[in-house]
């Protein structure tokens, strides 16, 4: 039996280790915390703090692991060394840290030729200071390394110092390694924003998994809505593929899952906002299998430990295709959820409903994904019902919220 070895113990890595047993695959899994998610699912645990990279490497030789995986942004450095070390399916230490690093990823899209805006970064309140004004404004604030939307701000005014410093410190919490990014802004079109999970193996790329990422009006950060298939051009697509396949082949990137943001400027470039070194978050994997009937998880769980045999038979099977939807649930202001109401017309089309909040809970103004009061996911049946909802969904789903 092949053993795999799961960085992190939290419901994303659950997932992993649920799709690794199914498959027939030895699960280990090593979290800092006793207490987690994967701790009863597994067949081995460690309670030990998956950042130390030489305590984990101990644990795979101890325990003559296939193949190492996560799906925590901070652990996929880890993932790289043990992969390296030990000579399993993986990537280099250095092209993880390109893509998972802002600053990193900025040069690494300038390497090939990409478009990527000026930027920065720094650890100090003074540092930031004297670097934004080489910046043109608004800038964007981000953590160095962080994963999801935390901290990120968008600034329009040099002379606004107080949500400056507020952007830079709250970046500086949520960064894994105490630094901040700050950027030019890059002017958007539109709130969609080409998004996706891509898998890697060897120099084949599988693109199953994109679609049209909607953001809010309210918060143009914040991802609202997931819907699949992407709704995008042939020939917008053909350029889609080409940068990720170049950024891929200069990082040296040969295996594995990565959730991608990008969108066209208002210039025609192409800019790609990030690679995340991870699968997608907020249900991503699962929204794929629903619409493409390809199951990622699975296929990141055998390729991992050698067994190419499921990637072999999806990478020529022609998918189905399903419009699927996924609308994100957030309140406008602070209070008490009372009740979550959902037109009778859309509800027909209604096939999962998670609640992430509960009535009588308090629920605060959307600002992050982690926000959120619940996830619907919707099945339309065709590209003309799914249009016409799309343009109205924000009027028939509407969370009732009492003050505190």
């Not at 670097?131 to 968008?154: D, H, M, Q, Y």
């Not at 298939?229 to 295996?255: C, M, Q, T, W, Y």
């Not at 210039?267 to 907020?282: H, P, T, W």
């Not at 390809?294 to 499921?310: R, W």
């Amino acid at each position: 039996m092949k053993k795999l070895l799961v960085l992190g113990g939290s419901p994303n890595q659950l997932r992993l280790v649920e799709a690794a047993k199914n498959a027939g695959i030895y699960t280990v899994v090593c979290n800092h915390k006793e207490e987690c998610a994967a701790r009863m699912a597994c067949h081995q645990f460690y309670q030990q703090d998956y950042r130390n990279e030489e305590k984990v490497l101990a644990i795979a030789q101890k325990e003559h692991v296939d193949g190492v995986i996560s799906n925590s942004e901070a652990a996929m450095p880890i993932v790289a060394y043990v992969a390296e070390r030990l000579n399993l399916p993986g990537n280099s230490v250095d092209g993880i840290e390109q893509l998972t690093s802002k600053t990193r990823f900025r040069e690494l899209q300038r390497k090939c030729g990409i478009y990527a805006p000026n930027n920065f970064e720094c650890d100090s309140w003074e540092e930031f200071r004297q670097g934004i004004g080489a910046l043109a404004f608004p800038v964007i604030v981000k953590p160095c390394e962080s994963s999801g939307t935390r901290g990120t701000t968008r600034i329009d005014r040099r002379e606004d110092i107080e949500s400056l410093q507020k952007a830079f410190e709250e970046c500086r919490h949520f960064s894994v390694n105490g630094k901040v990014s700050v950027e030019e802004y890059v002017t958007m079109n539109s709130l969609k924003v080409i998004d996706g999970d891509v898998f890697v193996s060897g120099k084949e790329l599988l693109w199953n998994g994109f679609f049209t990422c909607y953001r809010s009006h309210y918060a143009p950060m914040l991802p609202m809505m997931e819907s699949f298939p992407i709704h995008i051009s042939n020939e917008d697509f053909l350029i889609v593929k080409d940068h990720i396949r170049r950024l891929f082949e200069k990082a040296g990137i040969i295996h594995g899952q990565y959730n991608v943001e990008m969108y066209f400027t208002d210039k025609g470039e192409l800019f790609v906002i990030e690679i995340n070194a991870r699968q997608g978050g907020n249900n991503i994997p699962h929204l794929i299998e629903l619409h493409s009937g390809i199951d990622f998880d699975k296929l990141l769980v055998t390729t991992a430990v050698g067994n190419m045999s499921y990637f072999d038979v999806v990478k020529n099977k022609e998918s189905m295709q399903r419009y699927i939807t996924q609308y994100v649930v957030f309140s406008r202001e602070f209070g008490i959820l009372e009740r979550l109401d959902i037109d009778e017309g859309i509800s027909r089309y209604l096939i999962e409903r998670t609640d992430v909040r509960h009535v009588g809970e308090e629920v605060v103004i959307g600002m992050n994904a982690g926000d959120s009061i619940a996830r619907l996911v919707f099945d339309f049946g065709d590209a003309d019902t799914q249009q016409y909802y799309l343009e109205i969904v924000e009027q028939l789903i509407t969370p009732v919220i009492r003050k505190s």
